[in-house]
């Protein structure tokens, strides 16, 4: 009989990470005292600390919601850009935000998480966002992801051959080397829906048969 893991890889994919952990409860302790308007947190998301409110989700919202999950089916791999709009005032970044919203599913990279952080980067030395404001979004991704609210999908060497495989198979397709990667990291683990806005990662992930946000 074959291990739970065996059927969804991309829960076995999920390992604590002890020192983001500190560091992330390091920020949340000093987030009261630092202040950013162009920090931008996504909506609460599950086992992540909220404040509890009696109020009744309404249904609109509720029906909104269930439609989404009805169209992307999880698990949901989410690529950089993806995060970008989660973490950063951006066109979309509400409408994702509810996409994401209640989903146990989501999975994520180091891969997207690194590129995540050089977008942060970009924006430093553009003067667009605070150093500090950079440091406590490093960490809340990287809380989340030792807390197992996203679900973390390693980048191994079949990964690598994989993408390889995309590049070789897809000449249609102006694929970059990440973009080939973050195509092979999802179907590795079994995703059934891809959130990018990356207009030819999607078009290549459309390609192979996975649901696509936005559509």
């Excluded at 600390?49 to 989404?68: D, F, K, N, T």
């Excluded at 997207?112 to 970009?122: D, G, H, K, P, Y």
């Excluded at 679900?151 to 990440?178: G, I, K, N, Y």
Aim: aromatic share 6%; proline share 7%.
């Amino acid at each position: 009989m074959s291990s739970p893991n065996a059927d969804a890889p991309w829960r076995s994919s999920c390992r604590p990470i002890a020192r983001a952990a500190r560091a992330f409860r390091t920020s949340q302790r000093s987030a009261g005292r630092c202040r950013c308007s162009t920090l931008h947190s996504p909506r609460p998301l599950p086992r992540t600390a909220r404040i509890g409110s009696r109020r009744r989700v309404p249904a609109r919202l509720l029906e909104q919601r269930a439609a989404y999950r009805a169209g992307l089916p999880g698990p949901l791999y989410c690529d950089t850009s993806a995060l970008i709009k989660l973490y950063l005032p951006e066109p979309g970044s509400d409408e994702f935000n509810e996409v994401v919203e209640g989903r146990d599913d989501v999975l994520v990279s180091d891969l997207a998480v690194t590129e995540f952080i050089s977008a942060l980067a970009r924006r430093l030395r553009q003067g667009s966002l605070a150093r500090e404001a950079a440091r406590r979004l490093q960490h809340a991704i990287l809380g989340r992801l030792d807390e197992e609210v996203y679900h973390r999908v390693e980048l191994t060497r079949d990964v690598h051959r994989r993408a390889e495989q995309f590049l070789l198979s897809l000449p249609e397709t102006p694929l970059r080397a990440a973009d080939a990667l973050h195509l092979a990291l999802a179907t590795s683990a079994r995703a059934a829906s891809l959130a990018s806005f990356d207009a030819r990662l999607a078009a290549a992930a459309r390609a192979g048969g996975l649901a696509i946000y936005p559509a």
